[in-house]
Structures are given as structure tokens and as C-alpha cells.
């Protein structure tokens, strides 16, 4: 069956909120992204939060870009590679690839993950984030290590 004018144009839109997300992320730039961002947006990621407190789920606009703004500042981005985008109505589902460098440890992170993303009215509700926890928890633990240790060798001088 044929896809209504009404739901072409919702698939159109969340295309274009989801691409014009995808590209403030990638540029680091959390003022185009922000009115992306339902007041009320809902981030889950399948992570332990105090173990990886960069990718910890979040509740409200505020505290997402909290959230974004920590990653800013503890990673260089290397790439940030939407590999495949499926539109499905208000949702937009991918697969996505980032390079990351931890700019206090020098420690590179390659990972993929799946997002689903929800947009209601021209704004994300939800962002659902899916990675191998395991290894993204392995990394933090690496990292934490690694600024203990070069905090103790250049604070005790």
C-alpha cells in the first residue's frame, strides 16, 4: 500500500532532523544541535553510568547537553560515520562508526553502535543508544587508570 502525503512528509522531516543532528554532533557544534532537543528528550544508553559517566543516560535538554559537552571535552572525534539510516515514520534507526581519542590518556576508541532516534513536532524526544557496553566500560576503566596515573606524576612536582 502506498504511503500517505502525511506520512512522506513526517519521514522527510525526521530524515532532515536526524542528518541536520548528525551533522552539529560531527562539527561539535551543541548550539545548532540544541534546538534539535525537546525539553523533555530522553537519552538511554546501555551503559553503567559510573563507570562511563560520558555515555551516561540522561532526562531533560539540559542535562543531555551536559552529557555532550563532558564528551567534548574528554575526546578529540577522529569520525563520526553513519553507516546506514532506515526511516520508519518519526523514528530514524542507525548504525553509526566513531573514531575517538580520550585527550588525557592519548587512548583511541573505535567503536560501532545503534541509535534509534525518535523526533515529535521537529524535535528529538528520544535518543537510544546501543553499543557493546563491555568494551566501552573496559575503556573508560583504561582511561580512569591512565589520568590517575599522569595526575600523580605532574601534581606531586
Given at each position: ?33 540544541a ?45 563520526y ?37 525518535t ?39
Amino acid at each position: 500500500m502506498p504511503k500517505s502525503l502525511k506520512s512522506v512528509i513526517e519521514e522527510a522531516n525526521t530524515h532532515h532532523i536526524f542528518l541536520a543532528a548528525v551533522s552539529a554532533w560531527a562539527n561539535r557544534d551543541l548550539n545548532s544541535l540544541a534546538p534539535l532537543i525537546a525539553d523533555e528528550v530522553i537519552r538511554n544508553v546501555n551503559v553503567d553510568p559510573v563507570i562511563v559517566p560520558f555515555a551516561a543516560s540522561v532526562v531533560g535538554k539540559d542535562a543531555y547537553l551536559e552529557t555532550l559537552q563532558l564528551n567534548l571535552q574528554k575526546f578529540e572525534f577522529g569520525a563520526y560515520v553513519t553507516d546506514f539510516l532506515q526511516i520508519d515514520g518519526n523514528i530514524a534507526r542507525a548504525s553509526m562508526k566513531t573514531i575517538w581519542t580520550h585527550r588525557g590518556s592519548g587512548e583511541m576508541l573505535k567503536t560501532r553502535h545503534t541509535v534509534v532516534v525518535t523526533q515529535r513536532n521537529g524535535k528529538i524526544v528520544s535518543f537510544d543508544k546501543y553499543c557493546d557496553a563491555a568494551y566501552l566500560e573496559a575503556f573508560a576503566r583504561l582511561v580512569a587508570t591512565c589520568n590517575r596515573g599522569y595526575e600523580a606524576n605532574h601534581t606531586s612536582r
